[in-house]
């Protein structure tokens, strides 16, 4: 699969780093070797360095992308001839239950892998994960094509533990086809506000009907427990998730209650699903979601999403901003990264897979976008896309022409994002009021905060 894009499941599977919190600070490896000098950086078509060597490179994903990164691997393998990659692919949850465990037995991979969630600043900050800037400064990682405010999404407290290998904004995924096909004028690509937005949706609600199996069909997916969503929608408010110095929200019981209501009041219109139908068919994904089998006509997902979801459906599929807020937007840019174990023999070779990942025209062409569209500006306009990759980098670069610097995720916001879901799923259900579960989640938040 490509990055999660339901809390739900993330969160479940990040909850395992708590592992990390037990453990002390994690010593670099006694054989790890410093980045070689500047003026000594080597093209990316050349081999390294290193003779019979081995790194382990674990990843998430589906039976397309283990094949994909299997080629990939073949010929970083034959660029660098010496070099062999131990690959690892699993599921998502695999991934983040395997890394906690083995980074806690001083047994992680050599390659770490991570998404804008918020897992990376767990390991930073227990120093399970190698800062990269001397090898950039060095050039053995060459980012000065990258722009800048993507190269800030891999730091934690001033230092660089990750560079992206794909990237997208947060957006709203839309069925055109199935719109046009039901008669239906399709959305803007901005929308100055959330009322504005749901003035749209209502439009859609009262032509879209049922769908082939009879049943009804909501304008919206149920996205209140999304904290990418959420703080797309802070952001415009001038606030974030949390503040400077990590020691409580960056935003007020007063926000999150609007936030919610917000939902809540969508779902009494029917613009969204109830909560029955949100807790059976909001969990699957992809061909078997609820967009595919259209129970609902947009979802907010990463933008590199599209390209799976698109080959999975006959229906046109777009995307479009998320709402703003008096024509300010926030939308998150989101990805994978790589970074290098603190605990690898190996360090270098790792930097020169993040290098060639970064800059190798040819293998940028085999990957193909796989994981969201690749940050090297230059190389960019060398690429040839497919019309998903085309709409995602045009979404994207909107984004990234607006968005602000994004706010650091803590370690342990894992815990607070899964009673954030538990909470909106007692309201949802009825069970107790919004005002009650958000005095639940910022009792809950101002414990882990404190540890």
Known sequence: MLIKKRVSAALTAFMMTGVLAACSSAPAASGTSKPEAAGEVKKADQPAAVKNVEIRFPWWGNVARHEKY????????????????IREPGSFPDYWQKLPTQTAGGNPPDVLMFTTIGQMPEYAAKGAILPLDDYIKSGKIDVSNFPKNVLELGKYNGKTYMITKGLAAQAMMVNVGYLKEKGIEPPKNE????????????????????????????????????????????????????????????????DLIDWFNLWQGMKKEGLIPPAEATAEEGKLDWEQGMVAKHRVIMDPRPGNHLKVMQAAMKDQLTLIRMPGENGKFGELLTGAFLGISAKSKNPDVVA??????????????????????????????????????????????????????QAQRLP?????????????????????????????????AERIMKK
């Open 191 to 254: 929308y100055a506000s959330w009322d504005e937005f749901i003035a749209y949706l209502r439009q859609v609600k009262a032509k879209i009907g049922k769908n082939e199996q009879g049943k009804d069909i909501y304008p919206l997916i149920d996205d209140a427990t999304d904290d990418i969503s959420f703080e797309s929608w802070l952001r415009p408010k001038g606030k974030n998730l949390f503040s400077d110095d990590g020691k409580s929200f960056g935003f007020t019981k007063a």
């Open 352 to 405: 020169k897979l993040i290098d060639t990942w970064s800059n190798d025209l040819e293998f940028i062409q085999l990957y193909e976008h796989e994981h969201g569209i690749i940050q090297n500006e230059k190389i960019l306009k060398e690429l040839k896309m497919d019309p998903s990759d085309q709409i995602t980098t045009k979404n994207m670069q909107e984004v990234i022409k607006t968005t602000t610097p």
């Open 70 to 85: 299997n080629k990939l691997m073949d010929m970083f393998e034959k660029k660098n001839p010496g070099v062999k990659v």
């Open 412 to 444: 342990g916001m894992a815990g607070i994002f899964d009673q954030i879901k538990k909470s909106y799923d007692e309201v949802n259900f009825g069970k107790t009021s919004v005002e009650k579960a958000v005095d639940t989640i910022f009792a809950e």
